[in-house]
């Protein structure tokens, strides 16, 4: 079958749509193949997208790319939703009693309970918003030092040791953005208008409860997230605090600004974990972290390497970023990231690792709708990675001098992320529960939460950019609400990492027997397989920042 050849794919939806199902063992038949046509769609268009991530220069393959989203995906949607209907609907599903056909039940149902042909157009609107926000932050260059720059690119100079430079930089940075504030502000108030009708429009209360939905996210409710905020606040907040007077007494300054909080409080050159010539060394080197957690995983991972579906060097017409995809009918995970040797790229390269075991560990799963886990538990695959790979850093560092900033640097990374996530969850809830509130009690609100959460940092005379700051967090114009999933998962990992410490051979058998499990299980079950707590209290997390806290008293500075 040829996934571009609209009539071929057609008869087969059709032929799917039509059949009669008369048992429960036909049903089970029917789902398998519904799964495998999906599957054999969904390879075909990730490994399109895999082409043009590598190629961004080529236009033919840009325009097979494009084929396939503008003329087979929006006539394949409405006929993948039909069958889905037709499952839900048939009274043999009943007969269906392995549990994990009530997790895709009550999925399947999330979606079709929501769905609104009224919302379409308002769909669209809000699709067009976010390009044009996408538009407006895309154009954002600026000229440093005779430079024409963008955003990104500057903010390397917001590492600079001449603290002069970092204010520039920084201020530089911050008058651009706000050059477009109201653009923005505008934006988002429509956007806020469009998401509140297309709440009302499915029967729900408010686009909070619109977007639980939306999300799936049966397992925990917004209150247990607000609590979850309060957990970092009291266990994670008082650590931020801690290091930036560290950092404070390190860089010699009475008051930190908003320029000095990226810069080596050592001054000392970026790390370099290999050079860009040795992404062979780049691969072998991380084999071998994971053979030290566990020889299985260190083959696993090798077989990406034999089975050339790794392509991680960054060159000349590659798109940005890294990610991981799993090719659905051939049931392979492919890495594709932009390695330049830094310790950004060590870590990316175990996060996208622990994907690749997720998709391999799963892959036994017939039903490919049940083979992905949700965010929150794929993400604490990976990010679980990084931190039991942190402990094996020496693979990539002769000098432990260098292992030990590695490893400090992803800890503080952790304690400074959740305040973060937890201000952009508070905030996004606030938010949507606040109907009608003006420009202005948005931002009282947001500045609460920035006092509540945030480095305690000197902004006299900045105040306008602070107010402003969460213009730049696009989760919020693009996908709101989705955020809060790599806290959950943070805590996950750290409790994986904890375990580890103890007992490494353990936590890892553990990781694997929930990683077996794909999508097939509640979060509370696979959090269990896990060996770990699916709960966001601060009885689970003091323990964990305690962890770090004593790990990042161990490690020389
Ligand atoms: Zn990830």
Redesign the pocket.
Known sequence: MNPVDWPQVEVLYRALLDRPISSTAQLETWLADFSELAAVMDEYICRRYIDKSCHTDDAEIRKRFLYYIEEIDPKTKPLHFELQKKFLASPHAAGLTDKKYAILRRMWQAEVDLFREENIPLETEVTKLITEYDAICGEMMVTFRGQELTLQQLAKYLEDPDRPTRQEAWELSAKRRYQDHERIEEIFVQLLKLREQIATNAGLPNYRAYAWKEHKRFDYTPEQCLAFADAIAAACVPLVDELDRQRKRDLGLTTLRPWDTSVDPQNRPALAPFTQEETGAFVEKTKAIFGRMSPTLADEFDTLRQRNNLDLDSRKGKQAGGYQCSLDESREPFIFMNAAGLQADVETLL?EGG?AFHCLAAREEEVVFLRGAPTEF??VA?MSMELLGADHLDVFYADPADAARAKRMLLEGIIKGLPWIATIDSFQQWIYTHPGHTRAERQVEWLRLLNRFSSKLDWSGLEQYRETSWHKQLHLFHAPFYYIEYGIAQLGALQLWVKSLQDTHRAIAQYRAALRLGGTGTLPELFSAAGIVFDFSEKTLRPLMDAIGEELARLPR
Do not use: D, K, P
């Open positions: 996060h994907h794929c993400e990976s």
